[in-house]
T-cell receptor
Framework: GAGVSQSPSNKVTEKGKDVELRCDPI?????LYWYRQSLGQGLEFLIY????????KSGLPSDRFSAERTGGSVSTLTIQRTQQEDSAVYLC??????????????FGPGTRLTVL | AQSVSQHNHHVILSEAASLELGCNYS??????LFWYVQYPGQHLQLLLK??????LVKGIKGFEAEFIKSKFSFNLRKPSVQWSDTAEYFC????????????FGAGTRLFVKA
């Protein structure tokens, strides 16, 4: 079946502009995660959604970052007033969680964001 | 706060050499542990995982990892690497009392010389 998809694959924007990054998880997956991957920094957790529970936003670096998940499926990560330090690859992952237990995350190809 | 340390950022090996990549985490409670791999041009994918039971877990492509609770470690091993193992390897930890949040290490880039 289809994997996790993300769009756009590349985004170049000017400092101060807003951007929206989209993630389509695997159908039926209850959990959706956003990470940021910078050179030498590994994967930085941003936020996760699980079912109808309130999202865990503890990793969002500032109030310029927000995310929503509509209808328990597609998610959008929004970065307002982008800064050059926001340049990174933004990865989305989804997982089927059962029994309240973390399990394998399936990753998308990422969106490479460049802020000029 | 949880953290995950991967000691080697870059490793270069010749084919047939043995591999061990270190991973330590800083959480004293019960954890779920993962190794993910990203081959050049591909998505991140699961290599192996540990939830409970036998602390020596086996994954795909001949990889294994050992959970040593007393050392807060989950090192990845492979007895004999191949050129196709060239990739970036990430250790990840979920604290069971921390919901579904998963913390990843900085990654180790492995280059295997043919």
């Amino acid at each position: 079946g289809a994997g996790v998809s993300q769009s756009p694959s590349n985004k170049v924007t000017e400092k101060g502009k807003d951007v929206e990054l989209r993630c389509d998880p695997i159908s039926g997956h209850t959990a959706l995660y956003w990470y940021r991957q910078s050179l030498g920094q590994g994967l930085e957790f941003l936020i996760y959604f699980q079912g109808n529970s309130a999202p865990d936003k503890s990793g969002l670096p500032s109030d310029r970052f927000s995310a929503e998940r509509t209808g328990g499926s597609v998610s959008t990560l929004t970065i307002q007033r982008t800064q050059q330090e926001d340049s990174a690859v933004y990865l989305c992952a989804s997982s089927f969680l059962a029994g309240g237990k973390v399990d394998t995350q399936y990753f998308g190809p990422g969106t490479r964001l460049t802020v000029l | 706060a949880q953290s995950v340390s991967q000691h080697n950022h870059h490793v270069i090996l010749s084919e047939a050499a043995s591999l061990e990549l270190g991973c330590n985490y800083s959480y004293g409670g019960t954890v779920n542990l993962f190794w993910y791999v990203q081959y050049p041009g591909q998505h991140l994918q699961l290599l192996l995982k540990y939830f409970s039971g036998d602390p020596l877990v086996k994954g795909i492509k001949g990889f294994e990892a050992e959970f040593i609770k007393s050392k807060f470690s989950f090192n990845l091993r492979k007895p004999s690497v191949q050129w196709s193992d060239t990739a970036e390897y990430f250790c990840a930890v979920n604290a069971r009392t921390g919901g579904f949040k998963t913390i990843f290490g900085a990654g180790t880039r492995l280059f295997v010389k043919a």
